[in-house]
């Protein structure tokens, strides 16, 4: 997002906020034409209308899935309804007015929009009539992972692009596949954890606007937090008015979070490690600058967007969750992963590493290598879910190996320190954790920017000068 779209998007969140009953509606209204607002161009232009419709289409649907009888009402759900088709409709007559400077899109005809609304209305009808098998959910969920292993694998989807091009006349050759489908990352865990949710009984009954408001909430669509839905729908029912402390804190997070984007992260950016750095620097000093100017760069990016939606949400009285809590001043590895991206280790401690934590401890398997298969596989999982590539998977494992070489070394210590140690001591102690943590994670990062472990591998080697 640019800083006009983000000054566009506070002045709705601004309007939004003091329409008390009428803001679920609003906020839905604006949440879907956001989904189109932002995707990104795409190899085929087509998509950049379908994509986003997607997006709408697969939440919809799951909602249909999870949802029970007593919300699914045709009266109490259509004003949602209204507003999703309605929205979707003024995107697509797009073509008939021309805002092309607001909203660049090919958009379908509309006998394709009609005929594609036609068809959802019937595949959702067969879906309320039917009768639902106990496998359902499960099913559900181990779909959107397939989908999202083929999203996130650049030889899936450009394989499928080179088949496509191929189909049309085009060279396989020479195709050159631009595809992005926004905010599926989080649009993907916040629904499997719905879905799963709904499996053991534990999610809260939830209407088509509060459910699709929770999966495309605008201001942390794109880049989290993932939020969980029980909490997220009690702030949504609850319109109550700010008072003069909830703007100033709304305002300061959302000036602090476009500081830390478009000030800080963006200049660091201009000397943050690179494949082309890495190709022309020989320099060890030069390879650690570079090196540490990424690493802070990735944070002030990342948790400037969180300050962002954080600012953007309470401005319309809901409260998100925080994700980052000062990571890099944490002096072990565990309290960096309980300080970075919050959110999503939380899911992932919820929804991969307990249940196999639990599941493995009912086997006759050493407690060290639990901790070691249930560290390494949770991190490489992490490392995945930015993208099916060498580079993250290394990454994710080097976190891996480190979590649990540091959970070792805490139990050896542990057990041979047997008083506190002296205020100086400690305070040594704790300031070289920061430093060995901080550079650990420093060093992770070349697997996770650089585009191959080659070039990662000869950026460390650059550095300790070998």
Known sequence: ???????????????????????????????????????????FVSLVYWMPTATIALTVICWLLISTPEVRGWKQNLPAVLVIVGVMLVVDLNQYFGFEKIYMTSTPRLWMFALAITAFAFIALLLVKLPRPSFIFGAAFTAIIFLFIYLKTPFFVNSTFAWINSLRGGEVENIRVVFSWLGFSYIAFRIMHTLRDRQVDR????????????????PSFTAGPIDRAERFVKELRVPAALAEQDWAEALTRLFVGLFKKFVLADALAL??????LVEQVSSPAWMWIFLYAYSLRIFFDFSGYTDIAIGLARMMGIRLPENFTSPYLKPNLTQFWNSW????????????????????????????????????????VIGLWHGVTWGFAIWGIWHG????????????????????????GQLLLTASGIFLT??????????FTLSTPALALQALAKLFNL
Do not use: C
């Open 341 to 380: 991206h919050m959110t999503l280790t939380q899911w992932f401690r919820a929804y991969f590493f307990n249940p196999i934590t639990r599941v493995l401890r009912t086997k006759d398997v050493p407690v060290p290598l639990i901790i070691l298969f249930t560290q390494v596989s949770t991190m490489l």
């Open 271 to 276: 000397i943050a490690l690179n494949d082309v």
């Open 401 to 424: 190996l480190g979590l649990f070489i540091q959970n070792r070394w805490t139990e050896f210590v542990r057990g041979r320190i047997k008083s506190p140690l002296h205020p100086q």
């Open 203 to 218: 999610l809260p009954v939830l209407t088509l606007s509060e459910y699709v408001n929770y999966v495309i909430f605008f």
């Open 438 to 447: 901080f550079n650990f994670v420093s060093l992770g990062w070349l697997f």
């Open 1 to 43: 997002m640019t800083a006009a779209n983000i000054g566009i998007l506070a002045l709705a969140a601004l309007v939004i906020g003091q329409l008390g009953k009428r803001r679920e509606l609003a906020l839905l209204g604006v949440s879907v034409f956001v989904v189109y607002w932002l995707q990104p161009p795409q190899g």
